[in-house]
């Protein structure tokens, strides 16, 4: 088991360049089963999570060779496995957007349930609404659930709530059913709209993506395409919070920051100074910073996966933060690892009140989440003496070349096995 030890660092500076979106890579590994043909994927983020996505859509049939600097080709062509296994779908909790495209390809497919994960439940009831909607027979059991439906047909659905991975999963079923399809309060996180463009090379007849209501036409079939996976707005987000709590100032390369709009607009109520130009964004520390609240919403909302960042900075910032998070039910684990090192939290539901302190203290600590492990690494920056993280493969699924990248900042920061 590997651990990774942080030192105070002096504020961060430099330059750094993000990878692609893993959020935007899994689905798009997954859609790849809809086509027959060659597809081309640059900027595909090295993250165990694709990993296991590019090892579960290999055994269900599609070849794929990885090629230089971060893509790969896919050569989709006779699928042989509708299934997914429990230890594939344990492994990697967005194996379920392959029942979409299994559904709509091989009409079935027989998926473990995903595992809960730290932050929550993560039901799939939204996705199995759509499925149904659409023709789908829909069975569970003994852990699993099966669909079944010789071809989709065009519905018109309504999420209850805007589910990225629903509003995902019904998109890709629906580009080769009979008909139109209409999702109504779909999700609109740049993440869908990266999809749909990807979609669309293939030839899929997609309208409205990255607003609520997304009007599906299906097609007879799609083929392959070459694309390139937007830049990971998280991971751009994660370093903005490096740079602002060692009060240091960097420029981070390969972003839209359009897709960063929420979080940059917190950062400048806190006091942060925030440059953006098409391609980048420069974070330059203040030497006082306010107090701020902050609710988590879906997009264009304060993102989620921002939330356990922000608590490490606003351990620090002098004065009474709240934090509300709306979106997962237990994403508030990160806190009891802050306290270990000093910071002043109370939990009280799905609010958490954060009374700044003067410094956090380097203490042993756990990554009980992807966004919790990288909130932890923020703090050891700041602390005083010597951090230690441990179960560090969830930050491995979400951030590529993470310590590499902040020691290119100046942090003081390695990874022990
Ligand atoms: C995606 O998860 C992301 N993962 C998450 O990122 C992100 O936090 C989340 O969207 C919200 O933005 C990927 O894209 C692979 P949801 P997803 O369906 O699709 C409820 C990270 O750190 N819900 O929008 O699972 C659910 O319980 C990860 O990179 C239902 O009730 O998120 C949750 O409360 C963590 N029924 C809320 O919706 C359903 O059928 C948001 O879930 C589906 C979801």
Known sequence: MSKIVINHTPPLSGTVRVSGAKNSALPILAACLLADGDSTIEDIPNLKDIENMIALIKWIGLDVSPLENYSVRIRSSKLKNHEVSYDLASKLR?????????????????????????????????????????????????GYVEAKAKKLKGAKIYLDFPSVGATENIIMAACVADGQTIIENAAVEPEIVDLANFLSSMGADIKGAGTDTIRISGVKDLKGCNHTIIPDRIEAGTFMVAAAITKGTIKIENVMPDHLKPVSAKMREIGIGIKEDDTSISVSAADRYKPSDL?????????????????????????????TETIFENRFMHASELKRMGANIKIDGRTAVIEGIKKLTGAQVKATDLRAGAALVLAGLAADGETEIGEVEHIDRGYHNFEKKLISLGAKIRRVE
Do not use: E, N, W, Y
Request: hydrophobic share 45%.
């Open 94 to 142: 967005a194996s379920f957007l392959v029942m979409g495209p299994l559904l709509a390809r091989m009409g079935r497919t027989r998926v473990s349930l995903p595992g809960g994960c730290p932050i929550g439940t993560r039901p799939i009831d939204l996705h199995l609404k759509g499925f149904m909607a659409m023709g789908a027979k829909i069975t569970q059991g003994h």
């Open 295 to 323: 609710k988590t919403m879906p997009f264009p909302g304060f993102p989620t996966d921002m939330q356990a960042q922000f608590m490490s900075l606003m351990s620090i910032i002098d004065g009474t933060s709240i934090i």
